[in-house]
């Protein structure tokens, strides 16, 4: 059963409804135990969490019933989902997407520092706090991708 817990194992439609079914049974399962823990602190957050995570099951849950139903939609997805040129165009939509996101990262880190220069001393050091944890994470993208570059 466990096999199907990755895409890599799906060879055929059935394996990919069945990948489904446990990550479907898995996402509600985690729901539940979530919901259960924010019992014990407060209803009103258990019941909100809940609701969060009850409405996208939901939805998952329609969505899985209606590709089992239809053989001809089930290969779609399946094809979709393992198509090796469909892999590769994610991979690129999802590296620029992370280039501009470190751009972005990049310009809230140097509009955080200006700001702390002009900014009066007694809030001073909420901007610095911002600028270290800003340089921190712009640090650690640059520091992956040179790790990942390497190999």
Not at 6 to 26: A, G, P
Not at 45 to 58: C, E, F, M, S
Not at 80 to 89: F, G, H, S, W
Request: glycine content about 6%.
């Amino acid at each position: 059963m466990f096999k199907y817990l990755f895409k890599k194992q799906v060879k055929s439609d059935q394996d990919y409804q069945r990948y489904h079914v446990i990550w479907f049974s898995l996402s509600s399962l985690f729901v539940l135990v979530v919901v259960a823990l924010f019992a014990k602190l407060d209803l009103a957050t258990a019941i909100g969490g809940a609701v969060d995570g009850g409405i996208p099951l939901i939805i998952y849950a329609i969505w899985l019933h209606k590709i089992s139903k239809q053989p001809k939609r089930l290969r779609q997805e399946r094809l979709r989902v393992t198509d090796e040129r469909r892999k590769l165009l994610d991979q690129e939509i999802w590296a620029q997407i992370g280039r501009a996101l470190t751009v972005l990262l990049g310009i809230v880190m140097y509009a955080a520092m200006f700001a702390s220069f002009f900014a009066k001393a007694e809030t001073r050091g909420v901007y610095e706090i911002e600028l270290l944890v800003s340089l921190g994470v712009f640090v650690l993208i640059i520091l992956y991708y040179y790790v990942r570059l390497r190999k």
